[in-house]
């Protein structure tokens, strides 16, 4: 995982800089960086820039993808939910979002009412989320969403596996980062690429299935491509196939008995 330093573009906000700096432990520099990769906070958002390959790299829960997601998502009926099992749930469970990433899936989880927990290893990452958390949680339309959203930087397996048995989740979710070895893919998502040279692969993915399948009292789901490979180790109970993504369910019953 590649440290990444803060660079406050906007002298107004040089106290909210320092606060990202502090909590999620990053370097914070008085000038831009000629190199590299670099977090740099303007006056509208935090990003994740560097120098001339792709755009911004931000979280969002207020406009774009999210608001489309939030408007027009389809509900219940939408694969993660799914997964999650929230079709046809009279309670919804509690949800920990293991490798929360941009929070992407953790945004559409609580649009739907779900109390999410997103954990965050990256710093990087970490302090993109909070950004985005703090402005949704200063927007009408998101405000209530977010609040149902809490983020936490840690490991998620040292963080799942010290968890008391009444804060364990109904729910854990894991969409592991892999190396990407499809150049196609690679070369449409270059944000992504961006994103994922910054927060680094998840290459422990088979000792945080096991501490989630641990933690979790419902289910785990992992968020695969459709013909990527499972996590190595334990067999899923039930595959959710879509048209580009694929949920592998770890259902803890089946599991227990089996």
């Known amino acids: 995982m590649t440290a990444?330093?803060?660079?406050?573009?906007?002298?107004?906000?040089?106290?909210?800089?320092?606060?990202?700096?502090?909590?999620?432990?990053?370097?914070?520099?008085?000038?831009?960086?000629?190199?590299?990769?670099?977090?740099e906070l303007g006056p509208e958002r935090l990003e994740l820039v560097t120098t001339g390959?792709?755009?911004?790299?931000?979280?969002?829960?207020?406009?774009?993808?999210?608001?489309?997601?939030?408007?027009?998502?389809?509900?219940?009926g939408q694969p993660v939910a799914k997964a999650v099992g929230l079709k046809g749930a009279k309670d919804l469970p509690s949800v920990v979002d293991a490798t929360a990433g941009l929070g992407r899936d953790s945004f559409v989880l609580a649009t739907l009412g779900c109390?999410?927990?997103?954990?965050?290893?990256?710093?990087?990452?970490?302090?993109?989320?909070?950004?985005?958390?703090?402005?949704?949680?200063?927007?009408?339309?998101?405000?209530?969403?977010?609040?149902?959203?809490?983020?936490?930087h840690?490991?998620?397996?040292?963080?799942?596996?010290?968890?008391?048995?009444?804060?364990?989740?109904?729910?854990?979710?894991?969409?592991?980062?892999?190396?990407?070895?499809?150049?196609?893919?690679?070369?449409?998502?270059?944000?992504?690429?961006?994103?994922?040279?910054?927060?680094?692969?998840d290459m422990d993915s088979s000792e945080l299935l096991t501490a989630a399948i641990a933690a979790a009292k419902v289910r785990v789901v992992v968020k695969r491509p459709r013909l990527g490979a499972a996590i190595a180790g334990v067999k899923p109970s039930a595959v959710l196939d879509g048209?580009?993504?694929r949920f592998d369910l770890y259902v803890i019953k089946a599991l227990a008995s089996g």
């Open 4 to 39: 990444t330093p803060l660079y406050c573009a906007e002298p107004a906000r040089i106290d909210a800089a320092r606060r990202l700096a502090e909590r999620f432990d990053l370097l914070l520099i008085r000038q831009r960086p000629a190199t590299g990769y670099w977090l």
């Open 53 to 76: 390959k792709h755009g911004a790299v931000y979280a969002e829960f207020v406009e774009g993808a999210a608001r489309h997601r939030r408007e027009q998502g389809g509900g219940r």
């Open 115 to 152: 109390r999410v927990t997103m954990v965050e290893r990256s710093p990087a990452a970490a302090a993109l989320l909070a950004d985005a958390l703090e402005r949704a949680l200063r927007d009408d339309a998101t405000r209530d969403i977010a609040a149902r959203m809490t983020l936490v």
């Open 154 to 201: 840690a490991s998620s397996i040292a963080w799942l596996g010290s968890l008391a048995e009444a804060e364990r989740p109904d729910v854990v979710f894991v969409d592991p980062m892999f190396p990407d070895t499809d150049k196609k893919s690679a070369a449409a998502k270059k944000d992504m690429q961006a994103f994922q040279h910054v927060i680094g692969d």
């Open 243 to 245: 048209k580009s993504t």
